[in-house]
């Protein structure tokens, strides 16, 4: 097969499924339980978040442990009791959960890159969080934290001289990107950010919150008061451990990873071009994953395309995994501009560890005589 999902789901590596099985066998033990053998897997599971924290520049106790992204970033929400800005081309888990909240969408433009005027515009005295995805998960656009950042540090100054001390703060969710993006909180100015251990190569159902100081949260789940109180139930040791695991494997490697996939990329691009197939190229090409080639093929339907491509055992799909499965046309198209024409015939390929220089060019050839074989049976039809 070739897998060009990787933005969806990412195979667990052996390394981490080793250094997650003692903690499903010989070390179970509760962390919590009161005897030497639980004190050890209370280390482990310390040290695991240490390192998860450490990739973001941040401590083990800055991070609230969830059951993935989809909860961090509910978590991240109760934050707020005031009024809520969310970028209209997030995760279908911060729009949904916006909707509990007096929430307002921020524009994008044609690339999916933030409308920093609209932002401005928006940031009315009654906004207290605004939440701006690191890249998005169907174009793979990253977005201008930083000077997010610095836009509500100066509108909280100006507030602070106003006499108002109505709270601003800045939440991102990272899920995809942290295999490819230097992430540091304190350069990013981020108060809250979603971490995903599904898209790194680490197990699904990891998740993990950054909590900056002075942040107050609400738990969603009371029980026996993990996680300083506010995600209750018995830890995830060996979840934990794994995603950790995942992250020591790829810190240090963006600036190499960037570089291979960009070139895989270049590569399919060429594939692509050599068979005279020329799709219109979405994202914004100086601010997008290395990783994520979203692409367009004005008349065709995208689902035909990944039923043809998956006869030949390449994966694709449309965008993100979940609004695909409800076939609603993408919002993230949507908010880009494209017609419903160009939404169907919208394909999200991203590449990540099962790719290599020889799959990417065979993926390329195989999606381009899917593509002519297409535009030839319409032409015929
Ligand atoms: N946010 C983004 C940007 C994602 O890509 C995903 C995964 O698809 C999620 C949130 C949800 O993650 P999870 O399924 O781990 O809760």
Do not use: W
Request: proline letters at 4%; charged letters at 20%; glycine letters at 8%.
């Amino acid at each position: 097969m070739i897998y060009l999902d990787h933005a969806a789901a990412t195979p667990v590596s052996k390394k981490v499924l080793q250094a997650m099985t003692p903690f499903m066998t010989e070390e179970f033990f509760n962390p919590s339980s009161p005897y030497l053998p639980a004190a050890r897997v209370r280390a482990a599971y310390e040290e695991a978040k240490n390192t998860i924290a450490n990739f973001i520049g941040a401590k083990g106790t800055d991070l609230v442990i969830t059951s993935g992204a989809t909860e961090a970033n509910a978590l991240a929400f109760t934050a707020a009791s005031g009024k809520i800005l969310v970028l209209e081309t997030e995760h279908a888990s911060v729009l949904e959960n916006a909707k509990h909240y007096d929430a307002q969408t921020i524009r994008v433009d044609k690339t999916g890159l933030i409308d920093l005027a609209d932002l401005q515009a928006k940031l009315t005295d009654d906004v207290e969080l605004v939440s701006v995805s690191l890249a998005n998960n169907e174009l793979g656009t990253i977005q201008p934290l930083a000077e997010i950042a610095q836009i509500l540090r100066e509108t909280r100054l100006d507030r602070l001289k106003r006499g108002l001390k109505t709270q601003l703060l800045l939440h991102s969710d990272a899920s995809q990107g942290l295999a490819l993006v230097d992430i540091n909180v304190a350069r990013l100015g981020v108060d809250l950010l979603t971490l995903n251990s599904a898209k790194v190569c680490g197990p699904k159902g990891v998740g993990a919150l950054y909590v900056g100081h002075g942040v107050r949260l609400k738990p969603l789940i009371y029980g026996g008061g993990q996680e300083r109180n506010l995600r209750s139930g018995t830890e995830n040791v060996a979840g934990v451990v794994g995603f950790a695991t995942a992250l020591e494997t790829i810190k240090g490697h963006t600036v190499a990873a960037r570089k291979n996939y960009t070139r895989l990329v270049e590569n399919l691009k060429k594939e692509l071009s050599a068979r005279k197939v020329e799709p219109v190229y979405l994202g914004n090409p100086k601010h997008m994953l290395a990783n994520f080639l979203p692409l367009c093929f004005p008349g065709l339907d995208a689902e035909r395309l990944i039923f043809k491509l998956e006869e030949q055992e390449v994966y694709a799909s449309t965008g993100a995994a979940c609004s695909a499965s409800k076939g609603e046309p993408s919002h993230v198209l949507k908010a880009i501009g494209l017609t419903p024409e160009e939404i169907a015939g919208s394909l999200r390929l991203t590449l990540g560890v099962l790719n290599n220089e020889e799959n990417v060019r065979q993926a390329g050839k195989i999606l381009a005589e899917v593509v002519n074989a297409e535009y030839a049976r319409m032409k015929n039809e």
